[in-house]
């Protein structure tokens, strides 16, 4: 039989899979005994915390006409494609207008949405020309977040903005600030907060099953190939740039990699895992170390030959948080005294732009196993530690049949490296696995993420986070009932901007809980 599915990467719904769980409900709530995998036990499943929360109120209401938000775009890059599109399958949104200072941009992301939009190069005009607007959704280089923002709220808005929420910690606790005064909604777009899939990981299999036992280590990474810079020729003319605050076309479209505009790699991917560092720990760290430099992008040639280039910020960079993190028991905290048990947890992290092996992931890593976690779902994985848990292989295999977690075929799980099958011969090359030497560890056995429903599994991962924004308007919701209200996501600000001054100084920055909070 094997032979028959060698590939590396399974898609969620190869053939090769055995036919697909749907994802699960707690065996506690079915009144059968039996799960229940309905979605909308799946959703109350997923809403076992207050984060979660607002996703099934949402879900539980369908837009009408009346409902109908206004809605508009400011920065019409690549990002504001992947939001329009997102928000383009959410029922009970109409987009009026665009807004971009690169005027080709708002035409041509107009074009992709309708006749009727209308075109913006300022964003204040915009406003002022649209009063009925309702939200906004912000999607500009990192340093324009703050001002943006703050004009939006300001003009009665509720605002949807992107991550990084700044590249400089007075901007973000401005962003901060400017919600509490005006009241409105103010989302960040931390959008695995509002993923079920990574949801079901926290809340069930974490918190309530305690899959892992102690968590012990967090690990990250996004790794990313070489990649050329934009040289664009034309553009925007240099004075409007000036005025605007750009130096020339160059920094315009390159705009991560310097200090002004954004935050670099570290926090432009980084910002994504590290949230979900204090997301998985539910605290913020207590300390951190980190390493690393401009190693590559420093008197490249530009891809024209015309000259050479260099950028500002880490292009490598790999980091170390400490955490103590709250034990929790079937969904609880657990209390010593008056206070949460905590166990420390360290989180390691790295981003490289010179190396995109084995992309992008997550990892948490307990005493008794393993979960692997992405956007991307073939890197969802989950691996017994066989070590430690002889006498918990009955647990394990009744939570897979109860379909919190699902055992892979065997003859594909070579996905990832916990357990290498050989997909061509010697077929029996791990035959002897465990025997080579007594000091390796038992290769870990593998399981599975179960499957989301169907209508869940094939949404862009962004839609989720959208739906949470625009639904909790719709319900006059409060900002608690935003999966990334502002607050948690300057929480993420603080850790990742303070890998530069790590980096710089080589010492090892503590943090107070107080540092995570706007006064
Ligand atoms: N959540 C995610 O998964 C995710 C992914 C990628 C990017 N992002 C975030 O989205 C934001 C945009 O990133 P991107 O990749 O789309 O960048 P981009 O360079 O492709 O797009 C930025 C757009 O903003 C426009 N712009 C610049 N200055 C402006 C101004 N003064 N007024 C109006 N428009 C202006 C540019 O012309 C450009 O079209 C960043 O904050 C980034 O961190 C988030």
Same mark, same amino acid.
């Not at 949104?93 to 665009?98: D, E, N, Q, T, W």
């Not at 980091?319 to 709250?326: A, H, K, L, N, S």
């Not at 989950?382 to 003859?411: F, M, N």
């Given at each position: 039989?094997?032979?028959?599915?060698?590939?590396?990467?399974?898609?969620?719904?190869?053939?090769?899979?055995?036919?697909?769980?749907?994802?699960?409900?707690?065996?506690?709530? =079915?009144?059968?005994?039996?799960?229940?995998?309905?979605?909308?036990?799946? !959703?109350?499943?997923?809403?076992?915390?207050? $984060?979660?929360?607002?996703?099934?109120? @949402?879900?539980?209401?369908?837009?009408?006409?009346?409902?109908?938000?206004?809605?508009?775009?400011?920065?019409?890059? =690549?990002?504001?494609?992947?939001?329009?599109? =997102?928000?383009?399958?959410?029922?009970?949104?109409?987009?009026? $207008?665009?807004?971009?200072?690169?005027?080709?941009?708002? +035409? *041509?992301?107009?074009?992709?949405?309708?006749?009727?939009?209308?075109?913006?190069?300022?964003?204040?005009?915009?406003?002022?020309?649209?009063?009925?607007?309702?939200?906004?959704?912000?999607?500009?280089?990192?340093?324009?977040?703050?001002?943006?923002?703050?004009?939006?709220? /300001?003009?009665?808005? #509720?605002?949807?903005?992107?991550?990084?929420?700044?590249? %400089?910690?007075?901007?973000?606790?401005?962003?901060?600030?400017?919600?509490?005064?005006?009241?409105?909604?103010?989302?960040?777009?931390?959008?695995?907060?509002?993923?079920?899939?990574?949801?079901?990981?926290? %809340?069930?299999?974490? +918190?309530?099953?305690?899959?892992?036992?102690?968590?012990?280590? !967090?690990?990250? #990474?996004?790794?990313?190939?070489?990649?050329?810079?934009?040289?664009?020729?034309?553009?925007?003319?240099?004075?409007?740039?000036?005025?605007?605050?750009?130096?020339?076309?160059?920094?315009?479209?390159?705009?991560?990699?310097?200090?002004?505009?954004?935050?670099?790699?570290?926090?432009?991917?980084?910002?994504?895992?590290?949230?979900?560092?204090?997301?998985?720990?539910?605290?913020?760290?207590?300390? @951190?170390?980190?390493?690393?430099?401009?190693?590559?992008?420093?008197?490249?040639?530009?891809?024209?030959?015309?000259?050479?280039?260099?950028?500002?910020? !880490?292009?490598?960079?790999?980091?170390?948080?400490?955490?103590?993190?709250?034990?929790?028991?079937?969904?609880?905290?657990?209390?010593?005294?008056?206070?949460?048990?905590?166990?420390?947890?360290?989180?390691?992290? #790295?981003?490289?732009?010179?190396?995109?092996?084995?992309?992008?992931?997550?990892?948490?890593?307990?005493?008794?196993?393993?979960? $692997?976690?992405?956007?991307?779902?073939?890197?969802?994985?989950?691996?017994?530690?066989?070590?430690?848990? *002889?006498?918990?292989?009955? /647990?394990?295999?009744?939570?897979?049949?109860?379909?919190?977690?699902?055992?892979?075929?065997?003859?594909?799980?070579?996905?990832?490296?916990?357990?290498?099958?050989?997909?061509?011969?010697?077929?029996?090359?791990?035959?002897?696995?465990?025997? /080579?030497?007594?000091?390796?560890?038992?290769?870990?056995?593998?399981?599975?993420?179960?499957?989301?429903?169907?209508?869940?599994?094939?949404?862009?991962?962004?839609?989720?986070?959208?739906?949470?924004?625009?639904?909790?308007?719709?319900?006059?919701?409060?900002?608690?009932?935003? %999966?990334?209200?502002?607050?948690?996501?300057?929480?993420?600000?603080?850790?990742?901007?303070?890998?530069?001054? $790590?980096?710089?100084?080589?010492?090892?920055?503590?943090?107070?809980?107080?540092?995570?909070?706007?006064?």
């Amino acid at each position: 039989m094997r032979g028959a599915c060698h590939a590396v990467h399974v898609p969620p719904h190869s053939t090769c899979q055995p036919t697909p769980l749907r994802l699960i409900m707690t065996l506690e709530n =079915s009144s059968s005994g039996k799960p229940d995998l309905t979605r909308r036990r799946f !959703l109350r499943n997923t809403a076992a915390t207050g $984060a979660a929360l607002s996703y099934s109120k @949402m879900a539980a209401r369908a837009a009408g006409p009346s409902d109908t938000l206004n809605v508009a775009l400011v920065g019409c890059g =690549s990002q504001g494609g992947v939001l329009k599109t =997102s928000a383009l399958r959410i029922p009970g949104l109409k987009f009026v $207008a665009v807004c971009d200072l690169w005027e080709v941009k708002a +035409r *041509s992301m107009a074009r992709t949405i309708g006749s009727d939009v209308k075109i913006y190069t300022l964003l204040e005009d915009m406003l002022k020309a649209h009063p009925e607007i309702d939200c906004l959704l912000i999607a500009t280089p990192d340093w324009l977040h703050a001002p943006f923002t703050r004009i939006g709220l /300001q003009a009665g808005k #509720q605002v949807y903005c992107e991550k990084m929420m700044s590249n %400089n910690l007075d901007a973000a606790r401005d962003m901060v600030r400017a919600q509490r005064e005006t009241g409105k909604l103010l989302q960040i777009g931390h959008q695995r907060r509002s993923n079920p899939r990574y949801q079901f990981m926290r %809340n069930t299999l974490l +918190r309530q099953k305690n899959l892992l036992g102690q968590i012990t280590t !967090l690990y990250g #990474q996004w790794n990313r190939s070489v990649k050329p810079p934009f040289e664009v020729k034309g553009g925007i003319p240099d004075d409007v740039l000036k005025a605007h605050g750009y130096k020339d076309m160059f920094e315009y479209t390159n705009w991560r990699w310097f200090h002004k505009y954004g935050g670099g790699p570290i926090s432009d991917l980084g910002a994504h895992q590290i949230d979900i560092f204090n997301w998985i720990t539910g605290t913020t760290p207590r300390a @951190m170390v980190a390493s690393g430099g401009l190693d590559y992008y420093k008197d490249r040639m530009l891809p024209s030959g015309k000259g050479k280039f260099s950028y500002e910020h !880490l292009d490598t960079a790999m980091v170390v948080y400490e955490y103590d993190m709250p034990v929790y028991d079937n969904g609880v905290p657990v209390m010593e005294g008056d206070k949460p048990k905590t166990n420390l947890v360290r989180a390691l992290y #790295q981003v490289l732009t010179t190396n995109g092996s084995q992309n992008y992931y997550e990892k948490v890593m307990g005493v008794e196993g393993t979960i $692997a976690i992405s956007e991307q779902p073939v890197y969802n994985q989950v691996y017994r530690e066989k070590d430690t848990t *002889s006498g918990k292989i009955g /647990q394990w295999e009744a939570l897979a049949r109860a379909g919190y977690i699902r055992k892979p075929p065997a003859t594909i799980y070579n996905k990832f490296w916990e357990r290498p099958v050989a997909w061509h011969l010697p077929e029996k090359w791990m035959a002897t696995e465990g025997t /080579q030497d007594v000091r390796v560890s038992i290769p870990a056995d593998p399981y599975e993420l179960p499957q989301m429903p169907k209508e869940m599994d094939e949404k862009p991962p962004h839609q989720f986070h959208l739906e949470n924004f625009f639904n909790t308007v719709r319900a006059s919701g409060k900002q608690t009932d935003l %999966n990334c209200p502002v607050s948690e996501a300057y929480k993420c600000a603080v850790a990742v901007l303070n890998i530069n001054k $790590a980096v710089e100084t080589g010492e090892r920055i503590k943090f107070a809980p107080s540092d995570f909070e706007v006064a």
